[in-house]
């Protein structure tokens, strides 16, 4: 299986950025659509955006216009740019194959904290 590492979480005040990044062990084209999720302790993964081999996005609606996906197959890594930060947005983020049906083994995971 392929493996996954994210990167690029940290604290941000409310109304700041990041840009997380997701390195895969091999090719995110044979896997197809990826996704980032985030998880909140006691609460269930949710699948916040998505993109596809082709470019396509999608988003789940509390983060549309705030967050973008992006792609780089030739380096196996996806991105998630995060802007107008909440403390909502408060959670351990992760990438893998979208839908969650299609899920490689899950990586670490990086802590966002919106925080004044």
């Known amino acids: 299986q392929v493996q996954l590492v994210e990167s690029g979480g940290g604290l941000v005040q409310p109304g700041g950025s990041l840009r997380l990044s997701c390195a895969a062990s091999?090719?995110?084209?044979?896997?197809?659509?990826m996704g980032w999720y985030r998880q909140v302790p006691g609460k269930q993964r949710e699948l916040v955006a998505v993109?596809?081999?082709?470019?396509?996005?999608n988003y789940v609606n509390s983060v549309k216009g705030r967050f973008t996906i992006s792609r780089d197959n030739a380096k196996n890594t996806v991105y998630l740019q995060m802007d107008s930060l909440k403390p909502e947005d408060t959670a351990v983020y992760y990438c893998?194959?979208?839908?969650?049906?299609?899920?490689?083994?899950w990586g670490q995971g990086t802590q966002v904290t919106v925080s004044s």
């Open positions: 091999g090719s995110i084209f044979r896997i197809g659509a």
């Open positions: 893998n194959a979208a839908p969650e049906s299609r899920a490689e083994s």
């Open positions: 993109i596809t081999n082709g470019g396509r996005t």
